[in-house]
């Protein structure tokens, strides 16, 4: 840890990492890409790219990973609370209210809420609104049981999510089907949200129609998202132990390599497919997280390698603004800007090039405000 700052410095860099690739890199990628779909770009691309359904590309771990890194700040963060004696009643205020903040800020990014219109509302889509149901579920779990306990009860929820989509069948649906119109978790989400499911709409006559475009499903699939944080949450308590440096980043890597191992082996039965969160998906998800907690540990507060991460940082330590205003989310978009200065442009460099351009100006906007937020240490949290 960097001496006197009470912060995880890895992982800060870690989330800069992870928001870097979602924010930046992957948009400017594409954008390149479309200008001349270069042939020697496309086996780069295809890794970010989400896999249709079975399967895992390295672009499927950026909401595991954020996820994840939400559970590593769990033991830091509730052990201060607890050592400051504040009691449960007082800490369930905070918890109740950073599920809240991100709930309302998922909707946001989503596209719905600012429309004003209740025929576009969207209860539950957004990952950011899946960090606040893990978030939950772990912070329970982490508040009530003792470390055996909270593996008993994550690893309960793994099975009890394979459970039921293995052998319990309703409507057709289910029963160890794991297509996306077949799968348990795809009906109970049709049951629940209803019309207020993303990819749903209604017909003239008033009916509710399932567009076969969309397949992720939430409602059922929560139970994972818990068991996701919670992976997260074990890594940490293991960055927070007493244990010798040297062995936090073998005990990380460890770890991950055997969650990896069975994950896979799991999928065998139960495949990897991100957009339900089977358990395998968990498994192998949460190893890879661990690998690159163990990575960036290791480079940065075991070996000391602390300076020229700033660049991450200033992205890291105030993730959820920088999730709000990228160009993968566009809730708020400064496109205008280069629009403003460069709108002649486009007939000399062609449109895909000015696109390139113009989201360049964009993520630049949005990096500057960053920056200056990280120097004035102005960190918007939910």
Not at 80 to 87: C, D, N, Q, S, V
Not at 196 to 213: M, N, P, T, Y
Not at 353 to 371: A, D, E, M, R, W
Request: net charge positive.
């Amino acid at each position: 840890m960097n001496p006197g700052s009470g912060r995880l410095e890895s992982l800060d860099v870690l989330r800069g990492f992870d928001l870097f690739c979602l924010t930046i890199l992957c948009p400017l990628l594409w954008a390149f890409y479309d200008t001349g779909h270069y042939s020697w770009l496309q086996p780069v691309m295809q890794q970010f790219s989400h896999v249709q359904w079975a399967g895992f590309a390295l672009w499927d771990l950026v909401m595991p990973l954020f996820m994840f890194m939400a559970g590593v700040s769990v033991p830091f963060a509730f052990g201060k609370y607890l050592k400051a004696g504040e009691g449960y009643g007082k800490i369930y205020k905070r918890i109740f209210r950073r599920v809240i903040v991100l709930w309302i800020l998922g909707m946001v990014c989503q596209g719905n809420l600012f429309a004003l219109d209740i025929n576009v509302l969207k209860l539950f889509s957004n990952t950011l609104q899946a960090i606040a149901v893990g978030y939950l579920i772990s912070a329970v779990i982490y508040l009530h049981c003792r470390p055996k306990g909270q593996i008993f009860v994550t690893v309960g929820l793994l099975a009890i999510y394979w459970a039921l989509l293995t052998f319990v069948s309703v409507d057709g649906y289910g029963g160890g089907d794991y297509t996306a119109q077949g799968n348990l978790a795809e009906w109970v989400d049709r049951v629940v949200l209803g019309r207020w499911r993303d990819g749903a709409c209604l017909d003239e006559s008033g009916k509710v129609i399932f567009l076969q475009w969309y397949d992720y499903t939430w409602i059922l699939s929560s139970l994972n998202f818990g068991a996701t944080v919670m992976t997260g949450v074990f890594a940490g308590e293991i960055l927070k132990s007493r244990l010798d440096s040297s062995a936090k980043w073998r005990w990380l890597f460890g770890i991950g390599t055997a969650m990896v191992a069975i994950g896979w082996l799991w999928g065998l039965q139960m495949p990897v497919i991100k957009r339900i969160w089977t358990s395998s998906m968990v498994l192998v998800s949460s190893g890879y997280c661990f690998w690159l907690m163990g990575l960036f540990y290791y480079l940065i507060d075991y070996k000391g390698y602390r300076k020229g991460w700033t660049w991450l940082k200033v992205i890291g330590m105030n993730s959820i603004l920088a999730y709000v205003l990228s160009a993968e989310v566009g809730v708020i978009s400064f496109s205008c800007i280069g629009h403003s200065v460069f709108w002649g442009m486009r007939q000399y460099i062609g449109s895909d090039f000015y696109h390139l351009l113009i989201l360049t100006i964009n993520i630049g906007f949005v990096y500057s405000l960053l920056y200056v937020l990280y120097r004035h240490k102005i960190f918007l949290k939910a």
